[in-house]
């Protein structure tokens, strides 16, 4: 089969759309895992034990299953009790939940990298918790933790052609679906393989420069 | 005479099964200057700790002006102290540490200036002229803009006491802040601290290995071993006459490590 330039240009407004919605769902993913991540962490420390077990518990479940198992779940099961989502949010979600455990993890280490004199001085400068995790534990556990948390959401980048499986048009899906149409599929699937690997590269020249700009901040 | 500002009754504290303090108790007057000193793992850090509610007691009771630190009354009990009741004490009382502790990702006049805008709702500009006037008073008022990654330990520790003075505590816990110092530094800080003492009626609890500094500056020294008191006394009657064979042992020690007294 020999490579069609006609055929590439013919496909690439599809393709570029893929290529957005995979964006999309990277970036409210990572957004999500951010916040679910960082409510995972808070309440795995909390003093209550039933909450810190429980949370706890469901963070290993979910990061002990397969991110694919899950996307069927939120979006062929849920809807079984009620809940109907779109394929993106359903996606999103999905990735959000799955990529949380992990970025829990990395908030948890973050967090506990910040010296126990810290939460004393707070302490005897009379700050409330609130005030004390808002000014001064995050902004400390916070920066040490943004190259482990960008390479968390590149490698969540990376899985997005699963949200495919839930018929979600990422770049994957509209690649395959193209070249089931067309019965070629050289094309496609190298713009598939070219589009990640460029978004991957520059991902990468970005984490490096977050690791030179947030090295540890010094006490 | 008036009534103690601190009162320490009958004290337990455990780690583990290792019981730090037995059954202490001792009485602080307002705008005394005490000094703690006694051997390494005397007790004398957990002491000041315990002031500070950075950690809990066991047993016995706590007044500070006639309040008690840990409890509450509740009807006719008295009931485990709640947060609202430690944070409403821990306005009285401000501590400086060993390892200074200072915010790293604030700068020297933000670190003086948070407590007093966050927990007392002071304004702006009326917290950076204050803590303009304390960082002046400890030598620092042209280091205000300077990260605390900038400055040496003695200028850390210098921000350190004006960070605690900001919130104009009545008494201030002081524990072996020039121990993490390099010696050429240690005076510096000593002399705020002897300034503090001679301006101010706070009271003040010192716990130093720096024995001429204690002899100076305290009215009263207490001995510690094991967590207890074993004697005390007028500074003089401690350093040149002390009673107890474990003082004048502890300060021979002392001396042959190269202390001053
Ligand atoms: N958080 C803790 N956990 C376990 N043991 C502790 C803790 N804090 C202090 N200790 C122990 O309590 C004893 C008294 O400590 P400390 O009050 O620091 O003594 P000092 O300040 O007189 O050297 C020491 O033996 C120390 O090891
Ligand atoms: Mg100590």
Known sequence: ME????????????MLQGVKITIIATLLGSALAAVIGLVIALLRRSPNRIVSRSVGFAAEFIRGTPLLVQLYFIFYVL??????????????????????????????????????????????????????????????????????????????????????????????????????????????????GAFFLVISLCSVFLLRWLERRYGRIES | MSAPIIEIDGITKSFGSFKVLDGLSMKVMPGEKLALIGPSGSGKTTILRILMTLERIDGGHIHVEGEQLYHVTRGDDLVPADERHLAKMRQKIGMVFQLFNLFPHKSVIDNVTLAPMLTKGVARAAAEKRAMELLDMVG?????????????????????????????????LFDEVTSALDPELVEEVLNVMRRLAEETDMTMLLVTHEMGFAHDFADRVLFFDRGRIVEEGKPDDIFRHPK???TQTFLRKIIAAGHRV
């Not at chain 1, 490579?3 to 013919?10: I, M």
């Open chain 1, 3 to 14: 490579w069609d330039w006609n055929f590439v240009w013919q496909i690439m407004p599809t």
């Open chain 2, 244 to 246: 107890q064979e474990r």
């Open chain 1, 79 to 192: 809807p079984d009790i009620g809940i109907l989502l779109s394929p993106l949010v359903a996606g999103v979600i999905g990735l959000g939940l799955h990529y949380g455990t992990y970025t829990a993890e990395v908030y948890r280490a973050g967090i506990d990298n910040v010296p126990r004199g810290q939460w004393e001085a707070a302490k005897a400068c009379n700050l409330g918790p609130t005030q004390t995790w808002t000014h001064i534990i995050m902004p400390q556990a916070i920066p040490p933790m943004i190259p482990a948390l960008a390479n968390y959401f590149i490698a969540m980048f990376k899985e997005t052609p699963l949200l495919s499986a839930i018929t979600v048009l990422e770049l994957m899906n509209q690649a395959k679906s193209i070249a089931n149409s067309n019965y070629r599929y050289i094309e496609p699937i190298t713009l598939v």
């Open chain 2, 140 to 172: 620092m008022a042209d280091k205000a803009k300077s990260m605390p990654s900038q400055l040496s330990g003695g200028q850390k520790q210098r921000v350190a006491i004006a960070r605690a003075l900001a919130l104009s505590p009545k008494i201030m």
